[in-house]
């Protein structure tokens, strides 16, 4: 009886308020939660808003798995996009470590992570394809990719793929600079594949000095190993090298270490010519006094199956000498692909990609350029120099005090890098005593050729940035910052004021921040030049090394099999097997 009292009483409730009955419904099954709710179907209150927004989300493509792509993937949040992502690898590569797999220190495996891991837990549609994109089509938002699988697989297959906004984080190949042989018969050192190659082929050259047939020429052409550039990666796999070669090498191939002869070449005046002087200088001596022999001047202008030819610069007599292993660094080119496509969108004459501080590329819609690939073209103060005064100059007067400017100061100074960096090299405190001093002792009142003058020599400052790693990092991240805030900034821009058009930017333009760089010098010990021009030189710039690239690898996997890696190599030693 009491139960049929209840549903008689849970009918008439439901007949006197059935709006009310219904949402009471629906918000049990949605386990508490608001969905969209109408009286006018049963059943329309069950539509989500995210079932209803899926065809409104644009699809990004993302070509290339490299710092500044994975940077991208890691920090986007937001879920209004349908990502795709297109490269050649299925992974993320920690490319500061590859000197250290060439000689066993760290095992390849320990330096990757899948992008599939990367992404898998992100709030966004993701999709990832193993292809490699051969053309990009600008007018018709497509990209044309062929697979890269195996050759023992069926064939190779092609397809295209459509995009709203595509972003290029391909990152640049090794510039040969058309030198004869370089392609055929040196090595690189970009990839996990490269530094598992020149490996493969160091362990090869102290097997054949080790066997009794080979002459005593052979013995000392297949141990002379050459190392072509004086950057950062040049200078850390001669010092990695080294370290193998005495630390290993020498217990376990003691015939072959009299014949041992590492040669660096640098076209230049010094090597690490990006690093402060003291540096540069420590490693020169260190190198000579490990036996490394370091040739400054030296230009490579041909390299055999056997020998390496180079000119001298001051005498211009061209040397051969036979090698064992060469080692091709001597920085980047823009990529087929990526040349292909700024042809296509008039940027011919270039020599990178460029874009403008935003990352957009110049000349071309919804294209954004990140990392290796591109270079930003940074705006001159004087092409605007009009526009500025006339947003200063509300009162259309013709000339200002120093006050007029206090809005507008700011904005200057974001939009356009290059004055803080002319005020700190002239030790000038602010924007107004730049102007103070092109006003002259009398303090008469700023009119456009007065500031002009002031500003006339910023532009000096510009710089493109350097084809780091850290650079393509912070990239990344800004620009998925970006697209998490893109709805918002819509509505309420944030950048700086647009001082040929009214309003603002959307966002805030892309700033580089520079938080160092090492020159890791073997023997456990490393240059490394902070910002505030702080240098230190020895072990505990190693334990820093040590523990900076700890942090900055891409998952716990990884910083677990590297910490492990640097742990069997204080242990056992490092690992000579050729596998």
């Given at each position: ?276 002087k003291r540096i540069t ?211 309420n821009p944030e950048g ?70 640097w742990s069997r190599k ?10």
């Amino acid at each position: 009886m009491r139960g049929s009292a209840f549903f008689q009483r849970a009918f008439r409730t439901f007949q006197e308020h059935p709006t009310f009955f219904k949402l009471l419904i629906v918000s049990t099954v949605s386990g508490g939660g608001l969905l969209t709710f109408s009286d006018a179907s049963p059943f329309q209150g069950l539509i989500t808003d995210s079932s209803q927004n899926e065809g409104k989300k644009k699809k990004v493509v993302v070509l290339g798995t490299g710092w500044a792509g994975t940077s991208f993937l890691k920090n986007l949040k937001s879920s209004s996009y349908d990502v795709q992502v297109v490269s050649p690898n299925n992974f993320f590569t920690f490319t500061p470590l590859l000197p250290s797999v060439t000689n066993g220190t760290v095992e390849a495996r320990s330096i990757v992570e899948p992008i599939r891991n990367i992404v898998k837990k992100k709030p966004y549609n993701v999709e990832f394809k193993e292809a490699e994109c051969y053309k990009i089509d600008p007018v018709n938002k497509k990209v044309y990719c062929r697979s890269n699988q195996s050759s023992t697989l069926d064939g190779i297959e092609e397809f295209t793929v459509d995009y709203d906004v595509l972003i290029l984080a391909m990152g640049a190949r090794v510039n040969t600079f058309n030198t004869p042989g370089v392609e055929e018969h040196a090595h690189f050192l970009k990839e996990v594949g490269d530094a598992l190659r020149l490996r493969k082929s160091i362990i090869d050259c102290y097997e054949r000095a080790s066997l009794p047939s080979v002459s005593e020429e052979e013995k000392k052409r297949v141990m002379h190993f050459v190392v072509v550039g004086g950057g950062p990666t040049g200078v850390e796999y001669a010092a990695e090298l080294h370290d193998l070669a005495f630390d290993d090498m020498a217990k376990l191939y003691p015939s072959a270490k009299d014949y041992l002869k590492i040669t660096l070449l640098e076209a230049g005046d010094h090597i690490l010519n990006m690093f402060d002087k003291r540096i540069t200088t420590f490693a020169t001596e260190k190198f000579q006094r490990d036996g490394i022999d370091v040739k400054t001047g030296s230009m490579v202008v041909k390299v055999s199956d056997k020998d390496i030819s180079t000119k001298e610069r001051k005498t211009g007599e061209i040397v051969s000498v036979p090698y064992g292993v060469v080692l091709w660094s001597t920085g980047i080119a823009t990529r087929p692909v990526v040349r292909d496509f700024m042809n296509h969108i008039d940027q011919v004459k270039r020599r990178v990609l460029a874009t403008d501080e935003w990352l957009r590329v110049e000349g071309c819609e919804d294209v954004y350029a990140l990392g290796d690939c591109a270079t930003i073209n940074q705006r001159k103060v004087m092409e605007d120099i009009a526009a500025i005064f006339r947003k200063a100059d509300k009162t259309n007067t013709g000339t200002l005090d120093l006050k007029d400017f206090k809005e507008v100061v700011g904005h200057i100074c974001e939009r356009y890098p290059q004055v803080e960096l002319y005020l700190q090299k002239n030790k000038l405190k602010s924007f107004d005593a730049l102007l103070k001093n092109a006003q002259g002792d009398d303090k008469k009142q700023i009119d456009i050729e007065i500031f002009k003058k002031a500003l006339s020599e910023v532009d000096s400052q510009m710089k493109s940035l350097p084809p780091t790693a850290q650079v393509a990092a912070q990239q990344g991240e800004y620009l998925a910052k970006c697209f998490n805030r893109k709805e918002l900034c819509e509505k309420n821009p944030e950048g700086p004021l647009r001082f040929r058009a009214s309003g603002r930017h959307q966002f805030h333009p892309f700033r580089y921040r520079h938080f160092g760089q090492f020159a890791p010098l073997g023997g456990e010990q490393t240059a490394a030049q902070l910002p505030g021009d702080w240098v230190s030189i020895g072990h505990s710039a190693q334990w820093l090394w040590y523990s900076v690239y700890a942090s900055k690898l891409v998952s716990w996997r990884t910083r677990m099999l590297v910490i492990s890696d640097w742990s069997r190599k204080f242990i056992f030693g490092r690992d000579s097997s050729k596998i």
